[in-house]
């Protein structure tokens, strides 16, 4: 193979880690990892495997007491028991150390059955795909499709979306299986394993989610670094296009200042109208020139305009005798080109994998394709048990882009463990439906438990379902704050994304959301760094902070996106009295803040349920204590280079480091330090406040001279007390928002700003701005006018918040009012 698939894997193991007999041998890989395998031939693997890259880890501190009929190990957190018989529930347990559940934390080798605590405790992993989803169903024909009638419910029999096993428990162990994976060869080549033999992972990691994961990156291998580009907005679209309506699509994306930085051909790029003779033309190779006569003209005119090229492929039907590589691939491959047989797909085959690569993809990319997306639907055989094609082709297409220098990226389906290597993960064809939305929040942050956390959906749903307005932007403001956000649709006419296509204020909602993704972009970025280099996932469940507090896991559609943000996704119809959208939320220990107006959020000591309202135009997204986010400007334009202006929002509340990473956002120059981190410093204390920005490093990848707009949210309309720099300041009250702003400075300058103490910075709402909030609202309302004034009375009389909030209780009004005007109070 190819030098590009020649990876410097170590699969061997330090001896001091081993324990062995005759049939037996376990690795003690941390004091919470453990390897056991199994072989009646005493022969065991050594080699990595499709999921396991890397066994040298440090030894741990254990202890062995080998016995004739009894082998126990014991580390700080686990202790084996085994009888030296073929490994079964009898002969082989583990008790996972520290009680994490009063039942279940012990872990008997082979149980799997849903009976077993192993399965109730698991907080599951991901699917392979979402296609013909809506919400946790699958919908199609056949079983998929049966459907039963239960206590007033309907369920489909056998349709649910599995998520399998994660690596996350809460009785603080679990395990996986790599028995069945291929071998990873020196030569870059993959082959099955030897059949019978037992190889099995145990991770007794209690609850530290975030250590279980990390060891798991360090075994299986970290997730890449991605190139900047895709983290913008993608604009994707099962349509037709020309050349011509293309272009007309984008420049006016382009005048109404709606940025995208990739671009998605879906499968009519190329030739799907074919001699029937040559069967469906889901699979194909050569332009379409009918709809694009001069692609590498295209492709030049879309990078000079700022997009990135990917484009679609299914590779199951072969090379067929219509495609113009088709007589260099049949010559590649040993077939007549004048007998027409069809070159099949083998990629069993490294001859057809070097054909493939060279005939026909190498020459699209030297014309313009940036990367590839994946659309595989045909299953998992191949000529080679146990050789899925999907991991196949996404392993080798990674690592083939990495031939230029490039860094390896592919749209694509999850193959199962080991997957996060290949990002980013193509969910497939949802319904567009408000299930599916509500659906993919949890979906898309579990996924992180088997260290997926790059997943791609179709922004906004496939196909079918309904047109709802407010569904559309409720479904983009979520793909903003998710890992990538791609707007995707069939080709159905009445399907299409574009903002215009709906009325107001949707349309220009959906512009302000698609605007603030760039803005994101420094943040985002500094994510993707983070988590390639500290190997922790991009997006998270609560639970992976507040692990053993319940209210973590109830509500589950919560997750962190990145360190910064708490994110609890609006995923109903708002209420049509109020015009809010209320989700029951959990909110941790301690104080957050709205992210667009800074208004606090309490905790408490422990955390506790409430509820966020929310309206159309608002997000229900919380920024910890002391939060710092890097952001862009809002230019509008598709350019995604480090800004020469950075804006620095900045929330109130306790002290906070966070280090802004930038380089040249692809390639890998950044791995010998052409980079720089700028660490962003909040102090927090009762005498003084400052903020320092100090970077260090590579200065060539960010613009001469840099202006810093720092946006403290949150805080008081307060002068500075000190500072490093000349400072435009000025104060809005409706965000409460201090922004000061520096004139441009010579990239490598530090910056301090210094503030009156703790107390004089904290932002208190009056009880005037308070009422004024309360009566906008009640205005606002579609209901009762008499329940309005009788609520509003005791704002604008003499009463404290908590006797209003008591009133709140007794009055009889409708649920959806007092959610709203309850985080009014508290908040």
Partial sequence: MEKQFCLKLNGKCRPESVVQGDKYRFTVLTSQMLRMEYSETGEFEDRP?????????????????????????????????????????????????????NYGG?????????????????????????????????????????????????????????????LCDTSGRTFFDDSESLIMEEDGWVTPRKKGCVDVYFLGYGRDYFHAIHDFYRLSGAVPMLPKYVLGNWWSRYWKYTEETYRELLERFEREKVPFSVVV???????VDIPERFGKGWTGYTWNK???????????????????????LHPADGVRAFEEAYPEMAKAMGVDPESEY???????????????????????????????????????????????????????????????????????????????????GFSGDTHVTWNALQYQPYFTATASNVGYTWWSHDIGGHMN?????????????????SPINRLHSNSNPFCGKEPWRYPKPYDDLARESLRLRHRLLPYIYTMNAQCHEKMVPVVVPAYYYYPMEEGSYVCRNEYFFGTELLVQPMVHPTDHETGYTTEKSWIPAGNWYDFDNGAVRHGGPKGHYTTISRPIERQGVLAKAGAIVPMAPDTGDNCIDNPETLEILVFPGQDNTYTLFEDSGDGFDYENGACLRTEISLSWTDDAVSLTISPSGDLS???????????LRGFAQVEPTASSEAMAGEYDEE????????????????????????????????????????????????????????????????YTKEEILASLTGLELPESWKAVLTEMLIG
């Avoid at 026909?360 to 080679?384: R, T, Y």
Wanted: proline letters at 4%.
């Fill in 465 to 481: 379902g309904i047109k709802d307005n407010e569904l559309y932007v409720r479904w983009i403001q979520f793909g903003v704050f």
């Fill in 106 to 166: 012990r872990w008997y080798y082979g149980r799997t059955d849903y009976g077993d605590p192993a399965r109730e405790h698991n907080l599951k992993g991901t699917a392979r795909t979402l296609d013909r989803c809506d919400g946790e169903w699958y919908v199609g024909s056949g079983p998929l499709e049966r459907m039963r009638t239960t206590g007033g419910k309907t369920n489909r029999e056998d349709g649910d979306v599995d998520l399998g096993m994660g």
């Fill in 49 to 101: 495997t499709q999921v396991v890259w890397n066994r040298d880890f440090e030894t741990p501190k254990f202890t062995v007491r080998d016995q004739e009929n009894c082998l126990e190990i014991d580390t700080e957190y686990f202790h084996l028991v085994y009888d030296k018989k073929e490994f079964s529930p009898n002969h082989l347990y583990i008790d996972v150390k520290y009680a994490f559940t």
């Fill in 290 to 312: 009918e709809c694009f006569p001069d692609p590498e003209g295209f492709m030049a005119w879309l990078h000079e305009h700022g997009y990135r090229v990917t484009l679609n």
């Fill in 342 to 424: 069809p070159v099949r797909f083998d990629f069993t085959n490294q001859e057809f994998i070097r054909a493939y690569f060279h005939f026909l993809h190498h020459p699209n990319e030297e014309n313009g394709v940036d990367f590839w997306w994946m659309d595989w639907q045909q299953g998992k055989i191949s000529a080679v048990e146990g050789m899925d094609p999907i991991w196949m082709l996404n392993h080798y297409h990674h690592f083939d882009l990495t031939r230029t220098g490039k860094r390896g990226v592919m749209l694509s389906r999850y193959s199962g463990l080991g997957s996060h290597r290949y990002p980013i």
């Fill in 735 to 798: 965000t409460r928002t201090l922004t000061l702003t520096t004139d441009l400075l010579e990239a490598g300058r530090s910056v301090s700003v210094t503030l009156p103490g703790a107390d004089d910075c904290t932002a208190k709402e009056s009880r005037e701005k308070l009422n004024e909030r309360v009566f906008d609202f009640l205005d606002r309302v579609q209901g009762s006018i008499v329940k309005k004034k009788n609520v509003y009375q005791y704002f604008a009389g003499d």
């Fill in 701 to 711: 990848v960010v613009p001469e001279k840099r202006r810093y707009v720092l946006r």
């Fill in 265 to 271: 051909m879906d499968m009519d790029w190329h030739l």
